[in-house]
């Protein structure tokens, strides 16, 4: 993938953190990594507009629905772990 090297400011306390949580992967790479998360949420909010645009705002009842939905993954996703763990 090319690469461009820029300039960019940043305050020394955020730089100081970022360098510590960069460790071995290194900071342009923790940077980019930052910046594509950031960049992918943007789209995401931007979609999650243009839904509600489209179909109005997300009821109560639906966003209790997924809440207990996503819960419910989560739920799995931790006995599988566990189990994966106890397996190995």
């Known amino acids: 993938m090319a690469t461009r090297k820029i300039t960019v400011t940043v305050p020394e306390d955020l ?8 460790s071995d992967r290194g900071l ?7 910046l594509r998360a ?8 931007e979609l999650a507009q243009w839904l509600q645009d489209e ?3 997300v009821t109560d009842a639906e966003r209790a629905a997924a809440l207990a939905e996503l ?11 566990t189990t ?4 190995a």
Do not use: C, F, T, W
């Open 38 to 45: 950031k960049l992918e949420r943007d789209r995401l909010l």
């Open 55 to 57: 179909h109005g705002p």
């Open 28 to 34: 342009s790479a923790y940077i980019a990594e930052a």
């Open 71 to 81: 819960a419910a993954v989560d739920a799995e996703h931790a006995r599988l772990r």
């Open 15 to 22: 730089l100081d953190e970022i360098r510590a949580e960069a």
């Open 84 to 87: 994966q763990r106890h397996s």
